[in-house]
């Protein structure tokens, strides 16, 4: 399992994947595209009529040409100019029709990307997170669909637009003279043989650009998180100097891509019109020989001005294609990302009722991104349900990681963990996690309402349930005294709050869920006296009934537990009560003469 999230952390970070294919990623936008069909079949059908319409003026120019504008044709002439118009009117509502039509799927198809790709966020183990940066992560969820959006709704469109118009001037020229067409067709292997090469470079340097753009994101999420660390250190100004050199960076990088598209662009339409160029001057022979017309001529070199342009906005939007597929080929990856912990595929089901056993056998376990680093050697216990058991070591003994294990954001990677009679790993992780009650020493709160908070992960309660777990948990109280009460609400991360108004609306929610497992991790070690206290009396109604796993530096907090296990370099060193552990006067003695001796003095 371990070596399967380091596989999808890779993936996400590649970078190799569909360079051979320019434009291959965006094919992976196509079942988007499918939802909405009649959408796509309205732009397609908007943007043929107005490419007909445009294609049907020079016919028109040509036949006034031709004609002649003297008195004696003005009737034929009022017709073609009736005629001209009656085209533009069409062109006008069939380009309002394609706007509409594009921009509707590209602000749809965004917004469905953006939620298929949070939920698949959602669902990746913490191992992906471990070696993935968050920062990095919203840049994908923000900036590369941003450029999707800018292309479905824009650039897709106008370069099928130029393809169809391209394709339709051509098709035109051959019809009008065969022999002026012939000869640019055989130019066009000298534009297209050197745009595709370019365009490849064009490519690689967007992907570099929206990686190192994913920095600079990175750099400004990570400490703008974090700031009240940031302005106690007095590190403004050199994380600011550390976010200009990344933002320096991305748009030097920006910078190349955009010389490398104006190349190209100039390039391409130098090609395009040089060599058309070239060929009217033969057709201005054609004229003069007389083995033309001019009003055949003028509609030629009205199809070949068509082409040229639809041809040099091609290039042009090219450019903008290459970009996309990047940006696709970044969203690919998250999407087809794998999480370490997956469901099975016939999840078995537990007993009804509560019970709340658990049990490890033989537990080794290291994580992804410490492979070679322990975290658990060969860790066996059982608790029976009701019991409490407190787990006690030193900072990185791997206390954190037996809560991980139980709630399974990592497998094992040797031995089994239990729940109820049941290994982890053999029952849906809803149903696993729907018998765990976390209350942990980071809480996470949410810019949300109070009430919000505390019915976090549990749908569908009423404001009367929400109150009652506030009461249970001691937390009533000091929500009333807030400006709105239940209905304030709270700055990110509850920073408005104290930690053990904190503790106290984690605990509610842990009271909300109703679980029969109760996990503690550390969740008083950050608190005065008084606040203690206070959360100590919510913790003691929590705690009845439930079987209760408590990870606590304070050795004072887990005095009364049934049982406590002393973990040492990720194994169960010692295991039995206060008194017996006193008695044996071992690792958990030292622990307890350092922290009661520091007490007393």
Do not use: C
């Amino acid at each position: 399992m371990a070596a399967k999230a380091r596989n999808g952390a890779d993936k996400t970070n590649g970078k190799k994947g569909g360079e051979r294919r320019p434009i291959g990623p965006l094919k992976s936008l196509q079942p988007y595209l499918m939802r909405h069909k009649n959408m796509v079949y309205g732009a397609l059908a908007a943007l043929i009529i107005a490419a007909l319409a445009t294609l049907a003026v020079p016919i028109g120019v040509r036949r006034m040409i031709d004609v002649g504008f003297s008195n004696s044709h003005l009737d034929t002439v009022n017709t073609y100019f009736m005629a001209m118009f009656a085209v533009g009117l069409i062109l006008a509502l069939a380009s309002a029709a394609r706007f509409y039509f594009v921009s509707w799927l590209g602000e749809r198809i965004v917004a469905d990307l953006r939620t298929d790709v949070f939920a698949h966020l959602a669902t990746l183990s913490p191992a992906f997170y471990d070696v993935t940066h968050s920062g990095e992560v919203m840049s994908r969820l923000t900036a590369d669909t941003t450029q999707i959006k800018s292309a479905v709704g824009t650039s897709a469109s106008q370069a099928l637009r130029n393809f169809i118009m391209t394709v339709g001037a051509i098709l035109m020229m051959f019809i009008t003279s065969p022999k002026l067409a012939a000869l640019i067709i055989l130019a066009i292997p000298l534009i297209v043989i050197p745009l595709v090469g370019l365009g490849r470079s064009v490519r690689k340097l967007s992907r570099d650009a929206q990686d190192t753009l994913a920095v600079s994101s990175a750099v400004a999420a990570e400490n703008l998180s974090s700031i009240r660390t940031l302005q106690a250190n007095s590190f403004e100004k050199s994380v600011t100097k550390r976010f200009s050199n990344a933002v320096d960076k991305s748009f030097e990088a920006a910078r190349v891509r955009m010389k490398a598209r104006a190349g190209l662009t100039a390039f391409a339409i130098f090609l395009v019109f040089a060599s058309i160029i070239g060929i009217l001057w033969l057709g201005a022979q054609d004229v003069l020989s007389g083995s033309m017309s001019g009003g055949t001529l003028g509609q030629f070199v009205l199809y070949a001005a068509l082409a040229a342009g639809s041809l040099g906005g091609l290039s042009e939007i090219w450019g903008e294609v290459q970009q996309t597929a990047g940006a696709a080929e970044r969203l690919t990856e998250l999407l087809t990302t794998k999480s370490a912990v997956e469901n099975p595929e016939k999840p078995k089901s537990f007993a009804a009722g509560k019970s709340g056993h658990i049990k490890f056998d033989h537990v080794s376990f290291a994580y992804p991104s410490r492979p070679d680093s322990v975290a658990l050697d060969d860790v066996s216990f059982e608790i029976e349900p009701g019991e409490t058991v407190a787990i006690v070591g030193s900072s990185g003994s791997g206390k954190s990681t037996i809560f991980n294990m139980i709630l399974r954001f990592y497998d094992a990677d040797k031995g089994s963990v239990e729940v109820d009679e049941l290994p982890v790993n053999e029952v849906s992780l809803e149903d696993l996690r729907g018998r765990l009650a976390l209350v942990p020493q980071d809480i996470g709160l949410f810019a949300d309402t109070v009430a919000a908070n505390i019915s976090y992960g549990t749908e569908g309660l009423s404001r009367e349930e929400v109150v009652n777990a506030a009461k249970a948990a001691h937390a009533h109280d000091f929500i009333s005294s807030l400006d709105r009460g239940y209905d304030t609400v709270l700055g990110e991360h509850g920073a408005t709050l104290s930690g053990g108004q904190r503790q106290r609306i984690a605990i509610a929610r842990a009271i909300l869920r109703d679980a029969p497992i109760l996990l503690l991790d550390e969740a008083t070690s950050a608190l005065d006296t008084a606040s203690e206290r206070e959360v100590q009396k919510a913790l003691e109604r929590l705690k009845k009934g439930r079987t209760t796993l408590i990870i606590a530096h304070r050795l004072s907090t887990v005095q009364e537990a049934d049982r406590i296990l002393v973990i040492d370099k990720g194994r169960v060193s010692e295991e039995g009560t206060h008194r017996t552990l006193i008695d044996q006067g071992g690792i958990y003695k030292e622990l307890a003469d350092l922290q009661f001796a520091g007490a007393s003095a």
